[in-house]
Nanobody
Framework: QVHVVESGGGLVQTGGSLRLSCAASGPPGGRYAMGWFRQAPGWGREFVSA????????YYTDSVKGRFTISRSNAGNTVYLQMNSLKPEDTAVYYCAVQVYGPPEAIMTMRGYDYWGQGTQVTVSS
């Protein structure tokens, strides 16, 4: 059984920063690509950022480029999302996902991921 746990959400003012963390335990041996998605009230879940298993490539949706940075630990499957210059439109539940069996080319889509966390709320006040 694979467990994915996010932490670090909270309430912050416009322009502030938050750092999300995600730890995945239980996947078969090895390191895996991991991603962040978010879902705002009344909207579907959207891709935010992802990082390859080796950490050599990062992906971002256009709206967060230059503001968010994804990184991962040197060992295991822990990933971080540093969010700076936050805006009210960043308000959402943020979900972490792990790509164990999913196709690598789908790293920026939900279908590319096999395991999901329960989400952590990020609220940016104006």
């Amino acid at each position: 059984q694979v467990h994915v746990v996010e932490s670090g959400g909270g309430l912050v003012q416009t322009g502030g920063s938050l750092r999300l963390s995600c730890a995945a335990s239980g996947p078969p041996g090895g390191r895996y690509a991991m991603g962040w998605f978010r879902q705002a009230p009344g909207w579907g879940r959207e891709f935010v950022s992802a990082i390859t298993w080796s950490g050599d490539r990062e992906y971002y949706t256009d709206s967060v480029k230059g503001r968010f940075t994804i990184s991962r630990s040197n060992a295991g499957n822990t990933v971080y999302l540093q969010m700076n210059s936050l805006k009210p439109e960043d308000t959402a539940v943020y979900y972490c996902a792990v790509q164990v069996y999913g196709p690598p080319e789908a790293i920026m889509t939900m279908r590319g991921y096999d395991y999901w966390g329960q989400g952590t709320q990020v609220t940016v006040s104006s």
